[in-house]
């Protein structure tokens, strides 16, 4: 039987390490093609990769240029860009987190606007996409958050800059995020008033009222009041609610029965 001392066992164990390393060696090495490349020439291929919609390599290309060169006036752009590369990947939360670092490290950049603007456009889903598209999904059934998210947005930027290029659009969508934030309260008070929950169905009605007084979807809000406040027989109270609706509204569809066509307010933005 062989005997193996603590001598030889630590020599072995040398020898395979070294064959080990020698071998690591062996293996081809990775060529950074950027190695060399100044800062103009990485923005420049960088922005070729987002042209051909290549965002992963833009990103990465970005994320060198800022690593290496981090002072200058590409880095910055450089900021700006992952972020919107990411929005166009659809990765929400790594463009909204890009974004916000950029907002914190240059408050006074001058295209902070843009950003302000990207923001909300990374949380402004204005396709449904497909299978939305066939289910005929209202806006307003959807979680409220990410269009009250970019209200916030459009609104910081319209705000502290009202000449921006971007203003313009940025209050046509908060004129439609409004719209689509009293629509789903007035979907739910649908749904609470069809399952007979008739105080929920006018809490939430009011709730559309209040805080979007030029909504559209206040028609529907105070037709829902005058219905629950019915069904509750409380007489006074729904008469109220008829006479503003009457007053506001004297030409209403739902005093003939209701809308005739299903296709939703939103999809006439």
């Known amino acids: 039987m062989a005997r193996f001392t603590l001598g030889s066992l630590a020599g072995k ?6 064959l080990l390393l020698g071998g690591c060696g062996l293996l081809p090495e990775q060529i950074d093609e950027t190695a060399g490349w100044n800062a ?14 290549a965002y992963d390599r833009a990103i990465q290309m970005f994320e060198k240029l800022e690593a290496r060169y981090p002072y200058g006036r590409f880095a910055q752009q450089a900021q700006i860009e992952v972020a919107y590369a990411y929005y166009k990947q659809g990765e929400q939360a790594l463009a909204l987190a890009a974004a916000d670092r950029f907002i914190k490290l240059h408050p006074n950049h001058p295209n902070v606007d843009y950003v302000y603007y990207l923001k909300g456009l990374v949380n ?4 449904l996409g497909l299978l939305a598209g066939l289910s005929r999904q209202d806006l307003s059934e959807r979680d409220p958050k990410g269009a009250r998210e970019a209200f916030d947005s459009f609104r910081e930027l319209v705000t502290r ?4 290029r971007y203003a313009d659009d940025s209050r046509a969508r908060m004129q439609y995020l409004v719209n689509s934030l009293a629509s789903h309260e007035v979907h739910v008070a649908r749904y609470y008033y069809n399952r007979g929950a ?10 559309a009222i ?7 979807a206040n028609e529907e809000a105070l037709f829902l009041m005058v219905k629950s406040y019915d069904a509750l027989g409380m007489t006074q109270l729904r008469d109220d609610a008829d006479r503003v609706m009457r007053t506001n509204f004297p030409d209403s569809v739902y005093f003939r029965g209701g809308p005739k066509s299903d296709k939703p307010w939103w999809q006439l933005w």
């Open 198 to 207: 008739y105080v929920a169905a006018i809490n939430r009605a009011q709730a």
């Open 40 to 53: 103009q020439k990485l923005y420049s291929e960088a922005k070729a990769s987002m042209t051909e919609g």
């Open 124 to 127: 402004f889903n204005e396709d």
């Open 13 to 18: 164990a040398a020898l395979i390490g070294a």
């Open 210 to 216: 209040t805080n979007f007084p030029q909504a559209p």
């Open 161 to 164: 800059f009202p000449e921006s």
